[in-house]
C-alpha cells in the first residue's frame, strides 16, 4: 500500500526490507516532482509508475499541477501515461535558487 507521507514530501511504498519513494517539493498548488527510488531488486517492475499514478491521482484530486524535473517523470513515465499530461506544468524547477 502506498503512503503519502505529507511531513517529509514523500510517496512510500514498503516493498519487503526495501523501501521506493517519490520525493516532491510544494509551493501553493504546484508540486515539485523531483525524485523517484526503486530499489535496484525491484527495478524494471510497476512499482515506480505504481507510486507516480497515486502521486498524480492524488495531485489531480487535490487540483494540484505537476513540475515533474525528475528526468524519468518528465520523459518515461509521461511517456507511457499521457492521461496524467494535462496536470504538467511547464517550467523549470520552481524551487531552485537563481544564481
Known amino acids: 500500500m502506498i503512503e503519502h507521507d505529507k511531513s517529509h514530501h514523500r510517496f512510500v511504498l514498503q516493498c519487503g526490507k526495501y ?7 510544494v509551493k501553493g498548488d504546484i ?3 523531483y ?3 526503486t530499489p535496484d531488486p525491484f527495478r524494471g517492475g510497476d512499482v515506480s ?5 497515486h502521486a498524480f491521482d492524488y495531485a489531480r ?5 505537476v513540475v515533474p524535473s525528475c528526468p524519468y517523470i518528465a520523459g518515461t513515465f509521461l511517456e507511457r501515461f499521457p492521461e496524467y499530461k494535462d496536470l504538467v506544468d511547464d517550467g523549470e524547477f520552481p ?3 537563481k544564481v
Open 61 to 65: 484530486d487535490n487540483g494540484y499541477h
Open 49 to 53: 509508475s505504481s507510486i507516480l499514478k
Open 31 to 33: 508540486l515539485d516532482f
Open 19 to 25: 523501501e521506493a519513494a517519490l520525493m516532491y517539493a
Open 35 to 37: 525524485h523517484i527510488y
Open 95 to 97: 524551487f531552485a535558487e
